[in-house]
Every structure is written in C-alpha cells, then in structure tokens.
C-alpha cells in the first residue's frame, strides 16, 4: 500500500481524558476547538498560517471576546481535524489510502489552499493521490470504498471521477502489461493456468483476461456500476469478460445466489443489487450463461423486482433457451399460489424463444429476401430439438405437482409441439406421471392429454411399458400395439400390413360416427383398459412376434406371404374381439348395427381359437 509521510517534528499530541487533546509544549494554549464532544486545546498561530476558514472563526470569536470555536461538520470528525493540525504543526502525519480521502475533504472544509502558503495541505494530497494512490490498482479501490462517507463532497472535487477513470483504464490495460498485484480466486481456464516465454528466454505466468473482476467486487452496488459503465463505455473488453465480471458480483453481494434464492439481510438493497446488475448485462447473446441468467430471474422475483426487470430477463433467457437444464426453469410460485411452480412465466420464457424465428420472418418479409436463404439469428433444428426435450422434462416434473391445473400442463406442451422431435418418450413419461398423481381427472381430461403424443414415436421400451399401463385410455394401448407390430414387422424385414381404418381413425382422432346408440364406441375406447384385457393384448402381441420369428426363419419364399397374412390376420383378430373396437369399426365403416353384429360374427366363426382367447368384454372399468 502506498502512504505518504508528512512533516518532521514528534507528534506531542496527548490526551486528557476521554474529551480532550492538547499539545505539550511550554506555551499555554490560547484558543478551543470544539469538533463534536472533543475539546482540542491548541494555539492561533500555527492554525491560522495554514486555515483561511479558522482565520475567520477566530477573528469573529475576537470581536465577542471568545476563546472557543466550534466545528462540528468537518468530513471526518475530530480524527481528520487532529490530522490537519498536526500538520499545522508539522508534526509527522501519514496519509495512505484509508484517511487519504477524509483528510483531502477536512483540508477543503478548513481552507487548507496555496492561496494560504504555498505547499499547503491540499496541494501535497493531490499530489499523493495522482502520482500514488489513483497509479495503484489496489489503493483505487480502497479509495473508491471509503469515498462513499464522504458523498457528495468527493464528487465535488472530482476525486471520484479520477478514481474512477483510473481503476477502468487498469481493467482495459493489455494483460501483457499488468505488473500489479491483484485478486484472483476463481477457477481458471486450462490455457490461463499455462506458462508462456517473453522476449528474454524467461517463463512467465499468464494473466487471465478477467483478472480484475474479483477486487471490484469489494465496491458499493452504486460505484461498482460507475466503473462497469466506465469500462463498457472504452469498448476494450469482450462482452463475455463483462458478463463474468457481473456473475462475479452477484455471487458475492446476494446470499445463496448459487442455490437459486436469496435469504436473510436487506430486501430493498438486494432488489438494487438485481436490478442493476440486469441493467449492466451486455445486449450480445451468451455474454453470460442461461443458467446465471435465470438465478437472476429467480432472484427478481424473491426480492420483487419490477416488472420491467423481469421481463427483460424472461427476453433475455428466451434468447438461449437452449442452454438451459430442467433444475434451472424449475422456478417456484409465487406465496399464496396453490401450485409448486411457476408455469406461466415458463411458457413466456418459450414463446420468447419462438419469437426469433417469427421476428426474423418478419425481417425476411419486410427486406424483400429471397426464399431459401437462412437469415442469421434464425433457430436450427438442433436447438428446438433441445428446447423440445428440455420441456418434455419439465412436464415431467411439474407433473408431480398434485394441484396443477391441466390446462397449464397442455397449454404448454402445445407450445412445442410444432417442434419435430425423433422419439416421444419424454413426453409419454410426463403424461403418465401426470396420470399418475392426478388419478381422479375425467375421460375426456385423459383424452386430451393424451393426444399430444404420438404413439409411432415410442421406443420400445416405452412401448413396452404403455401396453402394461393401467392408467392409459384403450385407445391409446389399441395404437400402441398395432405400431409396434408395424415396427416388428418391419425390422424382421416380413411385408408390412396396411393399416385398417379403424387404426387410422384412432390416430386421426376423427370424432365422426354413423352409430346411433345409447353406446358411445368413443367413449369406450377411451376407458381406461382393464388388468385381464391388458393382459390379453399382451399375450397377442407376443404371440404375434413369435410367429413373425417363425416365418423370418424360413427360407420359403411361399411360406412367407402366407405368415404375413396370418399375423394380419391375427392382429385384425385381435383388434376385432374387443367389443368397444367392433363398435367404432363398424361406425368408421359406414355400417348399421345389423351389419356390425354380422360382422363381428363372421370374425368369431373364422378364428375360434382367438375368439376364445380373448376374455369378454360385457362391462367396461374406467377410473375416472
């Protein structure tokens, strides 16, 4: 630390008591300072050579025949004032970085100028602070700290703006030139931790290019922002140097940033903290991570930011969704709400996201671009495919939310639905723990759940598991097994069989029907499937497999066309025994109810082995 050192004689200050300086020295004292409770017995001549405002005093206390002056609103107090007139004296004083301040504003408030004598205590400190203190990359910061008691006074004589500009111009130095010491904790790069050779052979270590952030951290939330200002304003430092600087600050001002939340201490201060570090964040995308990004989102909202604040923010996320994990959007609701989480300010942050394609759509249409040129800015697949999977796993975990309304569930699993995505598994398994914790919605709330996904999409796994899932509409199972069976045929390289309209209704979710009844065959089919019969589906469809095997097996080319038709027509067998499923084909068909019996019978008497195989459907279960 630099420090400066002032006059020559031993300092004979003592004190007497709690209240009271005086100065030994042979000579009585002739005149009282009183700063605040402290009583300074000392001597006109010395004060009076260097202080134009105690010359005024003194002379007024002359003409009402007083021996007391009063000062009590020095900057600094009775300490500051016994280090101006010990220097009166020219007693040894040391100035450093701490007091330098306080004694420069004392100095100003005595008078302490050139005008007075030449070498006066105001000219030797603005001499130590510009060829010392604002040259030092460490005493700047501490100066700049300890200036803020001193407001506004400091900001009058410009010390702060020195300050200031000096600890901006030392950030945006070449790192190359950094000689100085200063703080840094953090983990480094792998390339900041090497070593390179300078011009004379010797080995240095690196200096990292954000080596300043850490110290900066030490400064008040409203200086900090006058130096960040300071440096973004020299357009030196990257955008991503600003933003570590800013993720930096807020890790260290804001409680339990790194958890997510914000406990303990001032509100209000915490809010000003927030909203300006979302003020200073560069305008460039992925200046700082999505994730440090939604912390501060999540931070707006406990300490209850203003909407402008987190609307940014919610722009700001929306622009690099992408990015984000699960554990990041899980943001929590609101006190006094009835969900867990926070649905809606999610679905702002995706509709955010989808609102680059549409704003650069807009761009295209106005600047009269040509069809087929991809404008930059615009979203690759590659990230809707991320954001697709990324709320797929959202759904999954809001889902376990006993009181969440479906409709947020599907409003916004709709959102991305225009997404293209190679597998549905996710989203089969969000709807299902939805089911799952939520066992008391009705058919037609399950149906339309259940239309968001696509049954092709399943994997074989979750194929597996959704034709052993009680808790799915028949409907549903019914499309799960016949596309798998499609699957199976086709990987075993067998012919694959065309899809009977009733399959292809199901799918197309045609509500269309020629059935007049007391039955609805929709409704049917929408119950949830029963232990026995989900057992039976089972059954078939490893019975078909099985016969698939066979016919791949062998090596007739006449044999194979004829298993085909067998496992065809025992898929169409099976489909057909279920009494809701002979409804509804009867109903796509176009038939009446004679026609559908007779239809139904003729099956029966074809396959009399499925037909007995297959348990009787008299009575529908549903849970709803």
Not at 70 to 86: V, Y
Not at 142 to 152: C, D, E, G, N, V
Not at 202 to 213: A, G, Y
């Amino acid at each position: 630390m630099k420090f400066m050192k002032l006059g020559s004689k031993p300092d004979t200050f003592q004190t007497d008591g709690n209240n009271a300086r005086y100065v030994a020295s042979e000579l009585a004292s002739d005149i009282v300072v009183s700063v605040g409770d402290i009583k300074f017995y000392l001597h006109k001549f010395p004060l009076l050579s260097k202080s134009s405002h105690l010359q005024t005093l003194i002379s007024l206390n002359n003409e009402e025949n007083l021996d007391e002056v009063q000062i009590s609103d020095i900057p600094g107090g009775a300490s500051t004032f016994e280090i101006c007139a010990k220097f009166c004296y020219g007693m040894t004083v040391t100035l450093n970085a701490y007091n330098v301040i306080a004694t420069r504003c004392a100095a100003e408030y005595l008078g302490m100028h050139e005008t007075i004598e030449k070498g006066n205590l105001v000219y030797k400190i603005d001499v130590f602070l510009s060829s010392s203190i604002f040259r030092s990359w460490k005493d700047s910061i501490i100066l700049l700290q300890t200036s803020k008691s001193m407001l506004p006074l400091v900001e009058d004589l410009k010390v702060v703006s020195h300050c200031v500009d000096s600890i901006a111009n030392k950030a945006c130095v070449d790192v190359s030139k950094v000689d100085w010491s200063y703080t840094y904790n953090r983990k480094k790069l792998p390339e900041e931790n090497g070593i390179e050779s300078n011009q004379n052979g010797l080995r240095t270590r690196l200096v990292p290019k954000d080596w300043w952030v850490e110290d900066l951290c030490e400064l008040e939330v409203d200086l900090y922002k006058s130096v960040i200002t300071n440096i973004k304003s020299k357009a030196v430092q990257s955008n991503e140097v600003i933003g570590e600087a800013l993720k930096a600050y807020a890790y260290r001002r804001l409680p339990n940033f790194s958890k997510g939340m914000i406990q303990c201490g001032d509100v209000s201060k915490h809010r000003v903290v927030v909203e300006t570090i979302v003020r200073l964040l560069p305008t460039e995308k992925g200046s700082v991570p999505c994730r440090f990004l939604l912390k501060l989102l999540k931070a707006a909202i406990f300490v209850e930011s203003g909407d402008r604040t987190k609307e940014e923010l919610v722009k700001r996320i929306g622009q690099q969704l992408e990015e984000a994990s699960v554990t990041d959007i899980l943001i929590q609701a609101p006190d006094g709400d009835a969900t867990l989480y926070d649905v809606s300010i999610v679905q702002n942050i995706v509709t955010e996201f989808f609102m680059k394609d549409y704003n650069v759509e807009i761009e295209s249409a106005a600047g009269g671009e040509l069809d087929g040129i991809r404008k930059p800015g615009i979203l690759s697949d590659a990230s809707k495919l991320m954001v697709a999977k990324l709320i797929d796993g959202y759904l999954a975990e809001i889902a376990k939310d006993p009181n969440l309304p479906l409709s947020d569930f599907v409003n916004l699993a709709e959102l991305v639905s225009s997404i293209s995505r190679p597998a549905h598994d996710g989203l089969y398994r969000a709807i299902d723990t939805y089911l799952k914790e939520h066992p008391g919605i009705s058919k037609g709330e399950k149906k339309r759940i259940c239309k968001l996904m696509d049954c092709r999409k399943l994997s074989v796994d979750a194929c597996l598991h959704a034709v052993q899932n009680e808790r799915l509409p028949l409907r549903v199972v019914v499309q799960v097994l016949y596309f798998e069976q499609l699957r199976t045929a086709a990987s075993s390289g067998t012919s694959t069989p065309d899809i009977p309209r009733g399959i292809k209704d199901l799918n197309n979710e045609s509500n269309g029907s020629s059935r007049s009844g007391t039955t609805n065959p929709e409704d049917e089919l929408d119950a949830v499937a029963t232990a026995e019969e989900l057992k039976a589906l089972r059954k078939e469809l490893a019975s078909l497999r099985l016969s698939n095997g066979v016919g791949n097996n062998d090596k007739d080319g006449d044999i194979k066309p004829s298993m085909d038709k067998a496992v065809i027509g025992k898929m169409k067998g099976l489909l057909k025994s279920k009494r809701s499923f002979i409804k509804l084909w009867a109903s796509k068909g176009g038939q009446g109810e004679n026609s559908g019996s007779d239809s139904s019978e003729s099956i029966s008497s074809a396959n009399p082995e499925e037909a007995k195989s297959t348990p009787s459907r008299n009575r529908r279960h549903s849970v709803s």
